[in-house]
């Protein structure tokens, strides 16, 4: 299908760790990240129920025998956290860790952004006529008693209909009364499946002051134990920062730092983050050090949302997934979204792909009712 929306392959990036003497001599960098890697690996491949952090650890021990770039090396775990999605320490069972089938294509940004995507969808769905759009319909409950309509309760009324799709996350799934009551094993499905916490801090500044080659990526490792200050807690932790063509730099917060940063006003948080990204990034030589104070930051708040109540499915296995995706009321209720899709849960193109997927489910049970 095309949206007549543009995209951008991002060009591939180069990583700099950078500990607190500032970045890593390249051959130092290039060994922990092979043994990380090799850890990773023998991780994925492991089929004991062993905590995740236990096997990286002893895969590090195993392949680094300098005691300082095991150091470093153990620290580096931590860089897992953000995409994780929980801190590696709470994956006590490695056997649900890189489970899934690897991600057919490439990542792409949306030139204009994510919305300029989601406005030509819509765009597109209405236009077939067959498609009205309510804003601020918050749903509450879910009831497909009557054997042949389906009534669903917003905050704003109620709508009818022969068959309903939910693609509510999965965080927000137990403030929708369903009635009948969801079978017992989705129900623990929703409440056993874990949802990750992820929120992004950006920064825009007047032009680009860091320095590294055409499009670098920085690791920042720990410098300090102490979490007295929210400059402290993201000093305390691993952070992945990303650039961008532009001059913007974005902190993947990983779980631990959201936690201890929760009690903390957002300037607080922007402020400690902007003096973080400039005491340690390394600097183009000339460029004022003003350039380091940046135009505009935002911190994104999904855990507090309670439309999302954190990101996206983690530390799960098939069977959940299988759960939360299987429809109920003999196919008149129905689920989609990221955390119905087996092997791409927690992605774009799993929630699309849960689309597609019940689209085409809902039309066949159409058609098998009208030829009943
Ligand atoms: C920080 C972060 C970075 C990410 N980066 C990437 C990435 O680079 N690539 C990638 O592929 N994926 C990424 N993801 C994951 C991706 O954003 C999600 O997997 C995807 O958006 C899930 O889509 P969804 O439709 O399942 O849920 P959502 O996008 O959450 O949509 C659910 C909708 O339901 C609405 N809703 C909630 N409750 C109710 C209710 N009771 N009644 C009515 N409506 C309700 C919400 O308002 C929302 O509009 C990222 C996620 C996060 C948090």
Redesign the pocket.
């Known amino acids: 299908m095309d949206l007549g929306v543009d995209i951008e392959h991002p060009p591939p990036t180069n990583d700099l760790i950078i500990d607190s003497n500032g970045p890593l001599d390249p051959a130092a960098q290039r060994s922990i990240q092979a043994a990380l890697s090799l850890a990773i690996n023998v991780a994925q491949d492991s089929c004991a129920d062993t905590p995740l952090l236990h096997l990286l650890r002893s895969s590090l021990s195993s392949s680094l025998s300098d005691q300082h770039l095991l150091h470093l090396a153990s620290q580096l775990i931590h860089s897992l956290d953000a995409p994780l999605g929980i801190p590696v320490e709470n994956f006590h069972d490695a056997r649900r860790f890189h489970w899934e089938k690897p991600l057919q294509g490439s990542?792409a940004v949306v030139k204009g952004g994510y919305a300029t995507l989601l406005n030509a969808v819509w765009d597109d769905a209405v236009r077939t006529g067959k498609v009205s759009v309510l804003h601020e319909?918050?749903?509450?409950s879910v009831s497909t008693k009557d054997p042949v309509k389906c009534i669903v309760s917003?905050q704003r009324g109620q709508l009818e209909s022969k068959v309903v799709v939910c693609?509510?996350?999965l965080a927000?799934l137990p403030?929708?009364q369903f009635q009948p009551p969801l079978p017992q094993h989705k129900q623990e499905a929703i409440t056993d499946t874990k949802t990750g916490l992820?929120?992004?801090l950006i920064f825009t500044y007047s032009e680009r002051w860091w320095s590294g080659d055409a499009n670098p990526s920085f690791t920042l490792l720990p410098t300090t134990n102490s979490q007295h200050t929210p400059k402290e807690i993201l000093l305390s932790h691993v952070l992945n920062v990303q650039t961008f063509s532009h001059p913007s730099l974005l902190i993947?917060l990983p779980p631990g730092a959201i936690r201890a940063l929760a009690m903390y006003s957002k300037q607080d948080v922007q402020r400690a983050g902007a003096e973080v990204l400039a005491e340690r990034l390394p600097r183009v030589a000339g460029v004022a050090h003003a350039a380091s104070t940046p135009l505009a930051a935002h911190l994104?708040t999904?855990k507090k949302d309670s439309?999302?109540n954190g990101?996206?499915t983690t530390y799960t296995t098939p069977q959940q997934l299988h759960a939360l995706q299987a429809p109920s009321t003999d196919g008149r209720l129905g689920f989609?979204?990221?955390?119905t899709e087996i092997h791409n849960h927690?992605?774009?193109?799993?929630?699309v792909m849960?689309g597609f997927r019940e689209a085409h489910r809902v039309s066949e049970y159409l058609s098998r009712r009208a030829s009943e």
């Open positions: 990542d319909h918050t749903c509450v917003t693609t509510a996350p927000t403030s929708i992820l929120e992004k993947y994104t999904w439309t999302s990101a996206t989609a979204g990221e955390h927690g992605s774009v193109n799993g929630a849960s």
